[in-house]
């Protein structure tokens, strides 16, 4: 049996927006108000009943075609490359007074990490809204005119394939100068190509147009910090970023923003707290759009490089370790070498041993260069201080005979072995190496 006729369905579906038949079947089995658009004849099976629209006629139109046939419940407007969980919907109870937006959870072959992008897309069939725009329809602005409050709940959706393809921008702005979003679009692609001042116009002019939802709005904000920071406009770029976290603080982008500031500034505190809130606002996602995702592994680097600027090591050490893990060692061995000294300042003797390993169990004994020698002898100086033999003895001993003739390493392995209390090998060493011993 159908799901209650209180939804209506629009799926548009076009050459780059194929139907997927399978999902339309299943769709079709649970509801009724079922609507294809298809722009042009060749866009969807020829089975499947359809609203064919001529390739003349602008996607907004269509669709605003279909919105026109719906009376009475709820509208959701999907894609023919897009999915969701029909149980989910059916399920779903929107408010007659608001309008839902969907978060579009976007992946395809050149990006196969998931993002994801909020479009009002779940609204009354009887408030007479119609979509604003050509090839990028819009319903921000005639939500924004009723005054019809738009829902913090979003219903998920997944699309598989590019958000939007062989759209021009500027066509659409020439065409529909008042449409907010399209402006905010257009500094983006600006700023992509390191256009700042151009794009900062781009983003105030999305501000001053209005009429956008809130995950569009705080995202023009945030286009406009980004487009400062590009121009080294530090103090602006914060308050301009820090207004951002006002409007709505579970998002990414002006965490990242103020810590690139402060960082430019040498403000090592103020940086590091700004990268700590994104770190903890990841788990919590974004209900922002276009926001940024900075991968893990950089984040706890750079994390471990403020704090190491700051003088906090042991935080560093942390933040180190976590770069170490993510990336299964497969580090730069400057990084190693602090995490040597840090294990070691913080005398934690398994890490200690971990980490000289990892950075030098390779090259001991016959691929040591001079001066990574001396840095060897140095810190295995600290494990004896430390009275951690181990480490030190089984070096020296690979050491010396790789090259018996090298008197300082008999040394100091005769030297370690008597402060180890192992006397006996001591003196066994003076006695069989008497010439190089002196």
Known sequence: MKAASNWNIIIFCSNELPLKED?????????GNIQVVALG???????IPKIICETKV???????????????????????????????????????????????????????????????RIFPADK?????????????????????????????ISKHGLLYKG??????????PNIAEYWLMSGLQLTAKNQYKTAEKKFKTALQKGKMPLFNTVASINGMADSLLGQSKWEECISVANHSIEKEAHQRM?????????????EWEEAYTHLFNYLENLAGGSLINYDILFPLTQTHFLLADTA?????????FVHYEQF???KDGAIDNDILERLVLYSLELDEKENSKKYFSTLYADKIPDKLREDEKIKVLELLSIFVDKEWFQTPLEVFEKLFNYNPKDAEILRKWVATLIKAKKIEKAQELINKHKTTFS
């Open 128 to 156: 007479n809204l119609n979509f604003t725009g050509s090839a990028i329809p819009t319903l921000a602005p005639a939500v924004a005119d009723q005054d019809i409050v738009v829902s913090p709940l979003f219903f998920p």
């Open 167 to 176: 759209i021009d921008l500027d066509a659409e702005l020439k065409k529909h």
């Open 58 to 120: 602008d996607k907004t139109n269509a669709l605003n075609e279909a919105v026109s046939r719906c009376s009475s419940g709820f509208v959701l407007y999907t894609e023919g490359n897009e999915c969701f969980d029909i149980e989910e919907l059916a399920k779903f109870t929107p408010e007659n007074n608001k309008v839902y937006p969907a978060a579009i959870q976007i992946s395809n072959e050149d990006n196969p990490v998931e993002h994801t992008h909020f479009q009002i």
């Open 254 to 266: 002006p965490y990242l923003l103020l810590f690139k500031a402060y960082y430019a500034r040498n």
């Open 324 to 326: 170490y893990e993510l």
């Open 308 to 316: 190491y600027k700051q003088g906090w090591h042991e935080r560093a």
């Open 41 to 47: 004849k060749d866009a969807c099976p020829a089975h």
């Open 23 to 31: 999902f339309f079947s299943e769709l079709d089995k649970k509801f």
